[in-house]
T-cell receptor
Framework: NAGVTQTPKFRVLKTGQSMTLLCAQD?????MYWYRQDPGMGLRLIHY???????AKGEVPDGYNVSRLKKQNFLLGLESAAPSQTSVYFC???????????????FGPGTRLTVL | GNSVTQMEGPVTLSEEAFLTINCTYT??????LFWYVQYPGEGLQLLLK?????DKGSNKGFEATYRKETTSFHLEKGSVQVSDSAVYFC???????????FGTGTSLTVIP
């Protein structure tokens, strides 16, 4: 199993350009998440999904859109990139186990995005 | 609300020293608690977890005990190695929601 994969690994954009980050998981997990990681800020949740066709806002959703058309894929879009969106983006997936316990999240390797 | 507070770094230790990274949490009821490790240039990996009070999670010589009375989940290792140099994140999940709550991370550098 590949686990959680992310494409691309690196990207440089100019202000105002758009792009889509792709996350794929092969573990049949219900839940998927997008985070951004900035120095000194830890991980901040951008959007998440609790199942195919559903999405929800996290802590820092502005400037991003997401879609979960297939259970295994979770896409993060930047419609008009800004320098403030320079960050490392991580995708994660998870599942709910017995007795309602939320189990650990599995992370992808990250996408390093620079917006000039 | 739910939150995690962990000690700020960076932490620098000599090889074979004892490691403690403090983590306390705020949550109602009984959340699940986790420690993740992030090596340079990589994503987060689960290091250990505990799902109920008094549980001890352990892996690769690291341990953490879920203390309900002090709302803590401190990470410890008896003898660190250079290869343990990484950023460590404490996290919780709560049965009433489907989000994780992460601490800000503690950077550890182990010098030979």
């Amino acid at each position: 199993n590949a686990g959680v994969t992310q494409t691309p690994k690196f990207r440089v954009l100019k202000t105002g350009q758009s792009m889509t980050l792709l996350c794929a998981q092969d573990m049949n997990h219900e839940y998927m998440y997008w985070y951004r990681q900035d120095p000194g800020m830890g991980l901040r949740l951008i959007h998440y999904s609790v199942g195919e066709g559903t999405t929800a806002k996290g802590e820092v959703p502005d400037g991003y859109n997401v879609s979960r058309l297939k259970k295994q894929n979770f896409l993060l879009g930047l419609e008009s990139a800004a320098p403030s969106q320079t960050s490392v983006y991580f995708c994660a997936s998870s599942y709910r186990g017995l007795a309602g316990v939320y189990n650990e999240q599995f992370f992808g390797p990250g996408t390093r995005l620079t917006v000039l | 609300g739910n939150s995690v507070t962990q000690m700020e770094g960076p932490v620098t230790l000599s090889e074979e020293a004892f490691l403690t990274i403090n983590c306390t949490y705020t949550a109602t009821g009984y959340p699940s608690l986790f420690w993740y490790v992030q090596y340079p240039g990589e994503g987060l990996q689960l290091l250990l977890k505990a799902t109920k009070a008094d549980d001890k999670g352990s892996n690769k010589g690291f341990e953490a005990t879920y203390r309900k009375e002090t709302t803590s989940f401190h990470l410890e290792k008896g003898s660190v190695q250079v290869s343990d140099s990484a950023v460590y994140f404490c996290a919780l999940s709560h049965y009433t929601g489907n989000q994780f709550y992460f601490g800000t991370g503690t950077s550890l550098t182990v010098i030979p």
